[in-house]
């Protein structure tokens, strides 16, 4: 069976797991869903910062 893949929503809260960036502190992995850039990343804010995350190191909360 295939799981279905949510679509997220501008503002949702995520939890991020990949590796660490200039700035990222492992204490603190939540940052905001912004918008999709391509299919397998994310614009988030991180600490008042716009970064391109993978989305599959996210999870939403």
Known sequence: M???EKKLV???NL???GKGFPGFK???PYMVFVD???VHQLV???NDM???VNK???EPI
């Open 2 to 4: 295939i799981k279905r």
């Open 10 to 12: 501008p503002g949702q």
């Open 15 to 17: 939890r991020y797991s």
């Open 26 to 28: 492992k204490e603190q």
């Open 36 to 38: 999709y850039k391509g």
């Open 44 to 46: 988030v804010t991180y």
């Open 50 to 52: 716009e970064v391109v």
């Open 56 to 58: 599959y190191h996210t």
